[in-house]
């Protein structure tokens, strides 16, 4: 188990440590974030100059060889124009002359000849004429086409030229044209040429003049190198310039091949410089063998730019050994600064963990001492009355604490001693109540308590009792069994308070009758079964005495009645009717003699009676005898005492032969006939359950001779007296109506209706205990409930409701 105070002393010396390295985390991170700016601002205050000049320059350089460019391109265009024009002015004056004195042929071999000798700039100048239809009159460049039709020639791009030129002439007269062209020598290379052209309107000629536009860029090329050569620059700096080839343009080996050379440092430098000027130029740091003896290498510093249509890169680059070795040296101070700055911040962190591992320990042992205080109330506080000595506690929080533990203690002394008066009170109570009461754990089903009235009820000693089961007193009889027990035992547990009977037996065997109640209860933080049990076995035997009274009252009117309106003259229907059956027969002997005498055959004698139905006749007689001999048994049965043990039944026929007893049943004095009542059923399907079939056909012949009773002295003789019985089912339980249309009854006679010894007939005329006989069978022997409802003038409805077991 962890020690809080080692626990909360050790995350107190965490956080400090852990802050203490984040923060001095954070110092180191920002003291080396500025000597790494500190390093790039000084690099950047010694190499950015250098770096600046370099890059100026190269703009420079670029922004003249641009400008170069445009500048030979106007001027060879201006020097193009101008000779054409000289051309056409020369041919205009031959022709002008000589126009009168010569043929046209000699006139034009005349112009022809003198535009030849006007080529004067270099190899690439021409001139040209072209007659209007495509046919190539003279070429200075091409004189192999002299005299052909050029006008499907087609430049080398697929561009119709001689159609265009043709085309510009018809349009402008005059201008420039220009296009892609091949060289006339054994190369064929293909050459843009510039080309001014003007229309000569005497012949129907075009006269050109052009100029390959290589000459214009060689030209320009060597202006630009002459003038970086003569660029001045400081002693340290120097211009440099290849092709693409690797043709150094520019420098000490202007003219040589730099790539040609194997295993030069040159060549390695130049291929980096070529690959950096193709991606758009930039610096390039590099070493290379120094001239001064006393250095080995020197440091240098370029910066590189393309001329892409040229396929040149120009550059310009500075000796930085010098200034590498200032930087170094500031370099080296920077560190040295750090250094110290790091080894400050290491000292001071170094103290503050000291300061921090002291108070901690400082802190642990004020806790400590204040924690064993509270462990030394606690050990002696369980069973002792010691309080905390507060001059000892040294934190206003756990001085609170020790006034709320002291006052802790004065309180569980007064509980104390108010529980212990509470316990013998409850002892006293406990043990002082006639009722049995156990007390059951619900996981181990065995009495943890029980009272003394137990003990008197079951004839046993405390250490028997305590431990035992329930089922070690119950009788067990059905349908008082343990499945039954099992159903009221999960009710219970549901939260109800279930109200039950019970068959229980005593320590010698003896089995008595208990009213219980059984509920969950909170007793000692835990969830218990409270039972308790009052003896009912005097009760039992008064329901019994009194239900068999009410039922030999009952069967007292209805034998009465059999008795004189049935018993006699059925003896007399039955004797009679096997006489005539007898005395009839030709079988019996002393029929025959009889027969003969007064001259009667009796063979056909009972053929008659067959032929004419007196023998089904007289079968009918003895089936009717013999089923009002069963009504007569039925009665007595009834009559007799019944078992009151539960069976698995039907209620509809419980129900019909109550209906048949009813039947049967005739009042002499109020001369009632039950035949004269219209009976009504509605029936619903209903399931088999356990109930008391002799309890419930009392209670349901009791309901209807009292609504019979009721229709008889109903005086509204235009309503034809009606009993109607309706069975339904709700969720657990059956529901039986029995409702009559006589008089009803008022609230006076409703209150006071289940009552014993309560009736609302004149005396003499019932015990005031059939109501009262029948509550008592459906809600104690049945758990189930009845009800009436009733106005006067409208009749009487009764309403029982039967809960199903359906336990064998």
């Not at 040589?256 to 040159?266: E, F, Y």
């Not at 050994?321 to 290491?346: R, T």
């Not at 009710?491 to 308070?497: N, P, R, T, V």
Request: glycine fraction near 6%; charged fraction near 25%; include cysteine.
């Amino acid at each position: 188990m962890k020690s809080i105070v080692s626990t909360l002393a050790r995350y107190i010396f965490t956080f400090c440590i852990s802050s203490i390295l984040i923060f001095g985390g954070i110092i180191f991170y920002f003291m080396i974030s500025d000597y790494h700016d500190e390093n790039i601002q000084t690099e950047e205050a010694l190499m950015g100059n250098v770096k600046t000049t370099l890059k100026t320059k190269m703009r420079r350089i670029e922004d003249y060889i641009n400008f170069s460019k445009s500048k030979a391109r106007t001027i060879a265009k201006n020097s193009i124009k101008a000779e054409l024009l000289e051309a056409h002015k020369v041919a205009l004056h031959l022709y002008k002359t000589y126009k009168n004195s010569m043929k046209e042929d000699e006139l034009k071999g005349v112009i022809i000849e003198a535009l030849r000798f006007l080529i004067h700039n270099n190899n690439n100048d021409h001139i040209f004429v072209l007659s209007m239809d495509g046919m190539q009159i003279m070429s200075s460049d091409q004189p192999e086409l002299e005299r052909t039709n050029v006008l499907p020639r087609l430049a080398p791009d697929g561009r119709a030229i001689i159609k265009e030129t043709i085309e510009l002439a018809r349009l402008q007269k005059e201008g420039f044209i220009e296009f892609l062209s091949r060289k006339p020598d054994k190369t064929g290379k293909s050459y843009q040429k510039i080309t001014y052209i003007k229309y000569f309107e005497p012949f129907n000629w075009i006269i050109g003049a052009g100029q390959n536009s290589n000459s214009i860029k060689q030209a320009t090329q060597t202006e630009v190198l002459k003038r970086i050569s003569q660029m001045h620059i400081n002693k340290d700096e120097y211009f440099f310039g290849a092709t693409y080839d690797g043709l150094v343009l520019l420098g000490p080996k202007k003219g040589q091949n730099i790539l040609k050379v194997k295993n030069s440092k040159g060549a390695e430098i130049t291929q980096k410089l070529i690959s950096m000027a193709k991606s758009g130029g930039g610096f390039l740091n590099y070493t290379v063998p120094s001239i001064d003896p006393s250095y080995n290498q020197v440091r240098k510093i370029s910066y590189c730019l393309p001329v892409t249509d040229w396929n040149w890169y120009l550059g310009s680059g500075s000796d930085i050994s010098l200034i590498e070795q200032n930087l170094k040296a500031k370099k080296e101070e920077l560190f040295e600064k750090l250094l110290l700055q790091i080894s400050a911040v290491c000292v001071l962190f170094f103290l503050l963990s000291l300061a921090v591992i002291f108070f901690t320990e400082k802190f642990k042992q004020v806790l400590t001492n204040n924690f064993n205080s509270f462990e030394s109330f606690f050990r002696k506080g369980t069973d002792s009355p010691v309080k905390i000595d507060q001059s000892k506690i040294a934190f206003k929080e756990f001085d609170q604490m020790a006034v709320l533990a002291n006052k802790m203690i004065d309180s569980r002394e007064a509980a104390r001693k108010d529980l212990l008066k509470s316990e013998i009170t409850y002892r006293e109570i406990f043990n002082a109540t006639k009722d049995a009461i156990g007390v059951l754990d619900i996981e181990l089903r065995v009495f943890i308590d029980i009272n003394q009235a137990f003990l008197d009820f079951f004839g046993l000693e405390r250490m028997q009792a305590i431990g035992m089961g329930p089922e070690a007193i119950s009788f067990n009889t059905p349908p008082y069994d343990n499945k039954y027990a099992i159903e009221l035992f999960k009710k219970a547990l549901l939260g109800e308070a279930v109200h039950f009977e019970w068959m229980v037996k005593d320590n010698n065997g003896e089995p008595f009758w208990t009213d219980n109640l059984a509920r969950v209860a909170t007793i000692g933080g835990k969830k218990r079964l409270l039972i308790v049990m009052r003896d009912i076995t005097e009760r039992k035997k008064m329901q019994e005495i009194m239900i068999q009274t009410e039922k030999m009252m009952s069967v007292g009117g209805l034998a009465a009645g059999m008795a004189h309106e049935i018993n006699n003259p059925l003896g007399v229907i039955l004797q009679v009717t096997q006489n005539i059956i007898r005395r009839t027969s030709p079988e019996l002997p002393g029929n025959s003699p009889v027969a003969e005498e007064c001259g009667i055959d009796l063979v056909k004698l009972q053929h008659y009676m067959e032929k004419r139905g007196i023998n089904y006749y007289l079968s009918n007689i003895q089936e009717a005898g013999i089923r009002a001999a069963t009504i007569i048994r039925s009665m007595l049965d009834f009559s007799r005492k019944s078992n009151s043990a539960k069976v698995l039944g039907n209620i509809e026929t419980v129900i019909e032969n109550a209906l048949s007893l009813a039947a049967n049943d005739y009042d002499l004095k109020k001369q009632y006939d039950f035949k004269k009542i219209n009976l009504i059923r509605e029936y619903n399907p209903l399931p088999l359950f356990n109930f008391t079939e002799m309890e419930i056909s009392q209670v349901i012949l009791n309901l209807i001779k009292n609504a019979a009773q009721a229709l008889s002295e109903n005086y509204k003789t235009s309503e034809i007296p009606t009993i109607t019985i309706r069975t339904s089912m709700d969720k657990n339980s059956v529901r039986i109506e029995i409702e009559d249309n006589g008089p009803g009854l008022s609230d006076k006679y409703l209150k006071r209706i289940f009552e014993p010894f309560y009736s609302s007939k004149a005396p003499g005329a019932g015990t005031g205990l059939g109501l009262s006989v029948s509550y008592f069978i459906i809600t104690h022997n049945h758990g189930g409930t009845i009800t009436a409802d009733s106005n006067p003038g409208e009749g009487t409805r009764f309403t029982v409701t039967l809960p199903i077991f359906t336990n064998q």
